[in-house]
Nanobody, 117 residues
Framework: QVQLVESGGGLVQAGGSLRLSCAAS????????MGWYRQAPGKQRELVAT???????SDADSVKGRFTVSRDNAKNTVDLQMNSLKPEDTAVYYCNFRDYASTQNYWGQGTQVTVSS
């Protein structure tokens, strides 16, 4: 089992910034991918950004140039720096952990991000 604890999120005006953090604990395999997904009301959960333990990143086109995902392998943490936020970024953001083979796949409890216009 892997436990994920998220922090950050909240309410911000359009154009502002927020930072999300997620800490993983438990049975953590060294070769893994951590990152963030989001789900807006009435929509499916979608990828925001992920980063592997080897440093390979994957970003959604909608956040390229605005959001930056980073991680600390020693601390098993992943952060999401969100700049130039838009109202359409409003969603519940979920931290995700999976191993390379995707046999382990865990989710955090979610944190609300609301961007006002």
């Amino acid at each position: 089992q892997v436990q994920l604890v998220e922090s950050g999120g909240g309410l911000v005006q359009a154009g502002g910034s927020l930072r999300l953090s997620c800490a993983a604990s438990g049975n953590i395999v060294s070769r893994n991918v951590m990152g963030w997904y989001r789900q807006a009301p009435g929509k499916q959960r979608e990828l925001v950004a992920t980063i592997s333990s080897g440093g390979l990143r994957s970003d959604a086109d909608s956040v390229k140039g605005r959001f930056t995902v980073s991680r600390d392998n020693a601390k098993n943490t992943v952060d999401l720096q969100m700049n130039s936020l838009k109202p359409e970024d409003t969603a519940v953001y979920y931290c995700n952990f999976r191993d390379y083979a995707s046999t382990q796949n865990y989710w955090g409890q979610g944190t609300q991000v609301t961007v006002s216009s």
